[in-house]
């Protein structure tokens, strides 16, 4: 009794069956790269981000005085905001970009 996977595979080669499975490996390998780095990438844009407000909270709150110092805390509202730009601003450029592999792929057939 043939298994399962008999049918799919009738007349390949040993070659074009070892280049399926190198195709796949390198594709496995370009996603772990791509996720590895956007997560490189959103870690210091958010880092950036959040000295970049520290900065500004802090010289607003000193132009505004000590009173209002005492009820708002730079720190809190600084991570509050990296929720926002660690999280939803990756995903963000993300959904902008990903319509362009699928126009690539998909320009040749129409």
Request: net charge positive.
């Amino acid at each position: 009794m043939p298994g399962c996977w008999a049918g799919c595979c009738r007349g390949a080669t040993g070659a074009d069956l070892a280049a399926a499975c190198g195709v796949g490996l390198l594709a496995m390998a370009v996603r772990w790269f791509c996720t590895a780095m956007a997560g490189r990438e959103s870690f210091l844009a958010s880092r950036s981000v959040k000295k970049a407000l520290r900065r500004r909270i802090c010289d607003r709150l000193l132009r505004l005085g000590s009173s209002c110092a005492q009820r708002v805390s730079p720190s809190e509202v600084v991570e509050q905001l990296k929720a926002y730009f660690g999280a939803c601003l990756p995903q963000f450029f993300y959904s902008l970009l990903a319509p362009l592999p699928l126009f690539v792929l998909l320009f040749p057939i129409s």
